[in-house]
């Protein structure tokens, strides 16, 4: 008997995120059910297929409420209005730039999305072992059947075994098929119904992104610390720690989509990747969020950098420094072989929301990190606004 699916797999229904005027809508559900989550709340929907008549069930929610103190102000909601750009203002001393983590990074109408792709890494993570064995036995077997078929002696002194031997291969390749196959709908199916206007948006995104990988060096800011200019005899008012990072177009194994998204790794493990509705923060597979890409706001800000370490040849030299330096700039003739240092003309990228995400970036090409900057505004102003 062949071997088949086992009746514990079930593939995941999907999930669909339509954008119109009213808003961006997430419904997840195959067939005639369906919940949805929305500009309008949550609501189950019924359809009987091949009639057309279909019935929606709001889901109301209770919200908590948090006291207010006797006298204190109301506070309103606030406009999901996109942010334009503004200067990035300059982080307090010793702070880290960090985001969240992943328990409460995701933005709450998008947690039954990220309910199904944990139920997806689950099933993954029981069938990627038995897929691993599966995939091992099947080529040892190919193998030793190909040497018999190859050679003369045992194919014809031990028939009934090469014949057996011809159906236990087959039988381990189509096991290693099917465990293929299953593996492939554990996978998160996305639909995303992007109208005109909005897909050529995010395809002048992505090729923003495109080129900025293009730039000689892309730095992940980790923290900042303010100098001591009068002790350290410095002229920059910030000490900033970085490590080289890179950009590209990509996707990721929890979604099952043909887009190649933004993707921009992070030095303190894991990855952004920008998708039309949400930014998918992917630390491993185990620990990742979803972040409503209107929630996100995109600082840029054009900075002076001394450079100390190797020179980008694509970044714009805007003056020197001295690596001992008066209060006026000049140098300070009490230190021995004092030298200068070049100021760079870099791109800075800050990615932020209320609900943590904190990551931040140096590109030493500002042309094209300010083209990413501007491509990034313009898709997320294009989209459509959340309730007030």
């Not at 209107?294 to 190797?310: A, G, H, M």
Request: charged share 20%.
């Amino acid at each position: 008997m062949g071997w088949r699916f086992r009746k514990s797999f079930s593939p995941l229904p999907g999930v669909r995120l339509n954008f119109s005027p009213r808003g961006i809508s997430t419904s997840v559900g195959a067939g005639p059910f369906r919940f949805s989550v929305g500009s309008q709340g949550a609501a189950v929907t019924t359809r009987i297929p091949g009639t057309g008549i279909s019935y929606r069930q709001p889901i109301n929610f209770p919200k908590p409420t948090t006291p207010q103190p006797p006298g204190a102000t109301p506070r309103l909601p606030r406009p999901n209005v996109p942010q334009p750009h503004v200067a990035q203002p300059v982080p307090p001393a010793g702070s880290e730039i960090q985001s969240a983590s992943t328990a409460t990074l995701t933005t709450e109408g998008l947690e039954p999305v990220k309910e199904l792709l944990t139920k997806a890494q689950e099933e993954r993570g029981r069938l990627l072992p038995e897929l691993q064995a599966a995939q091992a036995e099947a080529t040892i077997l190919k193998n030793k059947h190909q040497r018999w078929s190859n050679g003369w002696l045992f194919r014809r002194v031990f028939k009934g075994r090469f014949l057996q031997l011809g159906e236990i291969a087959t039988e381990a390749a189509d096991k290693q098929a099917e465990l293929e196959e299953q593996e492939r709908l554990s996978r998160l199916a996305t639909e995303f119904d992007l109208p005109a206007n909005l897909k050529d948006r995010f395809g002048r995104l992505c090729d923003a992104v495109a080129a900025l990988a293009g730039s000689q060096r892309i730095w992940d800011t980790i923290s900042s610390v303010a100098t001591d200019r009068y002790r350290e005899r410095a002229t920059a008012s910030q000490s900033i720690q970085r490590q080289p990072v890179n950009v590209s177009l990509g996707t990721c194994d929890l979604i099952q989509s043909s887009l190649k998204v933004p993707r921009l790794m992070n030095a303190n493990g894991g990855e952004l990747l920008l998708y039309p509705a949400f930014v998918l923060y992917f630390v491993s597979q185990q620990a990742f969020a979803l972040v409503d890409i209107r929630d996100v706001t995109l600082n840029y800000n054009p900075v002076s950098f001394i450079e100390e370490e190797s020179i980008p040849n694509d970044a714009e030299l805007v003056g020197h420094s001295w690596k001992k330096a008066n209060k006026d700039g000049s140098p300070d003739r009490r230190f021995a072989n004092n030298y200068q240092i070049p100021i760079l003309k870099y791109g800075d990228i800050r990615l932020s929301s209320e609900s943590g995400l904190n990551e931040a970036y140096m590109i030493s090409n500002e042309t094209l990190a300010r083209a990413f900057g501007e491509a990034f505004t313009n898709f997320q102003r294009a989209l459509p606004a959340g309730p007030a």
